[in-house]
C-alpha cells in the first residue's frame, strides 16, 4: 500500500476561497513534500517540510506537519482557477531513500 | 540544461514485446526513481537508484528491471509486457530534497 494518503481525493471550490488538503503517511521520514500536476504533465515540487519543523509558508501556501499523527496539510489561500490541477504529498523514509506519493487530491478552482 | 528527459514519449507494445524506457537527467543527481502512474491514481514507485551502479526495489518491481550503468541514465525494461502495464511512467531524479519529474512516458500494451 501506498505510503502516503490524501483526503478529500476531490476538491471543487470558487475561485478566491481556501482550499485544505490533507495527507498522512505511515512510517518515519525525513521530510514530506508537497507536488502538483497539471493534467497530462509531470510532477513539480511545491514545497518541503522538515520532520522538526511544525510550519511553512511559501507564498500563498502554508503547509503543517504532525509527526506525532503523521499527518500533513496544505493550505492554498485565495485559491484562483489556475491553481485547479492535482496535488500529491511524498515523503521521504528515515529507512532508506524511497520517495513516496500519496494518491493525491484533484483540486478544481471555478471562475 | 534539459532536467529530466523520458524517452520515448508515447508506445504501443503488443503483448509479450520487450522495450525499454529511458530516462536521462543532467543535474549530476545521486538519486533516481521510476514511478508509474494509473488513470486516477497516485505515482507508484516500481524501482530507484541511490547512485551509479545500484539498484533497488519500490512499491510495485514485478515484470520490470532497471539499471543505472551510468549516473545520469536510468533505464527501465520491460522484458515481455502484459497489458496490465499499460500507464504512464514517470522518472525523477532527486538531489537533497526537491525530486525533478521528466513528462512522462504513455505506454500502452495491446
Known amino acids: 500500500s501506498q505510503q502516503g494518503e490524501e483526503d478529500p481525493q476531490a476538491l471543487s471550490i470558487q475561485e478566491g476561497e481556501n482550499a485544505t488538503m490533507n495527507c498522512s503517511y505511515k512510517?518515519?521520514?525525513?521530510?514530506l513534500q508537497w507536488y502538483r500536476q497539471n493534467s497530462g504533465r509531470g510532477l513539480v515540487h511545491l514545497i518541503l517540510?522538515?520532520?522538526?519543523?511544525r510550519e511553512k509558508h511559501s507564498g500563498r501556501l502554508r503547509v503543517t506537519l504532525d509527526t506525532s499523527k503523521k499527518s500533513s496539510s496544505l493550505l492554498i489561500t485565495a485559491s484562483r482557477a489556475a491553481d485547479t490541477a492535482s496535488y500529491f504529498c511524498?515523503?521521504?523514509?528515515?529507512?532508506?531513500?524511497?520517495?513516496?506519493f500519496g494518491e493525491g487530491t484533484q483540486l478544481t478552482v471555478n471562475p | 540544461n534539459a532536467g529530466v528527459t523520458q524517452t520515448p514519449k508515447f508506445r504501443v507494445l503488443k503483448t509479450g514485446q520487450s522495450m525499454t524506457l529511458l530516462c536521462a537527467q543532467d543535474?549530476?543527481?545521486?538519486?533516481m526513481y521510476w514511478y508509474r502512474q494509473d488513470p486516477g491514481m497516485g505515482l507508484r514507485l516500481i524501482h530507484y537508484?541511490?547512485?551509479?551502479?545500484?539498484?533497488a526495489k519500490g512499491e510495485v518491481p514485478d515484470g520490470y528491471n532497471v539499471s543505472r550503468l551510468k549516473k545520469q541514465n536510468f533505464l527501465l525494461g520491460l522484458e515481455s509486457a502484459a497489458p496490465s502495464q499499460t500507464s504512464v511512467y514517470f522518472c525523477?531524479?532527486?538531489?537533497?530534497?526537491?525530486?525533478?519529474f521528466g513528462q512522462g512516458t504513455r505506454l500502452t500494451v495491446v
Open positions: 517540510i522538515r520532520s522538526n519543523e
Open positions: 525523477a531524479s532527486l538531489q537533497y530534497t526537491e525530486a525533478f
Open positions: 537508484s541511490v547512485g551509479e551502479g545500484t539498484t
Open positions: 512510517t518515519s521520514i525525513n521530510n
Open positions: 511524498a515523503t521521504e523514509e528515515t529507512s532508506g531513500s524511497r520517495l513516496t
Open positions: 543535474m549530476n543527481h545521486e538519486y
